[in-house]
């Protein structure tokens, strides 16, 4: 089996890792956006209540 040199082997290694980041990133940023829309939806239904800044809890 052939295999590329080792320097490149780090290399393709370092960006495989990059890709990795990047896809947990943008996963955290999705999960984000729905929950900001769950959080929305239940605040204007009046099913959650904003106590104070950074924390919400049910009415």
Same mark, same amino acid.
């Given at each position: 089996?052939?295999?590329?040199?080792?320097? /490149?082997?780090? +290399?393709?290694?370092?960006? $495989?890792?990059?890709?990795?980041?990047? #896809? *947990?990133?943008?996963? %955290?940023?999705? @999960?984000?956006? /729905?929950?900001? +829309?769950?959080?929305?939806? $239940?605040?204007?239904?009046?099913?959650? #209540? *904003?106590?104070?800044? %950074?924390?919400? @809890?049910?009415?």
């Amino acid at each position: 089996m052939l295999r590329p040199p080792l320097t /490149e082997q780090e +290399a393709i290694g370092e960006t $495989l890792a990059a890709l990795d980041e990047e #896809v *947990r990133i943008h996963t %955290g940023i999705a @999960r984000a956006g /729905e929950y900001r +829309a769950l959080l929305a939806d $239940l605040l204007m239904a009046g099913r959650a #209540v *904003r106590t104070r800044p %950074g924390s919400v @809890r049910e009415p």
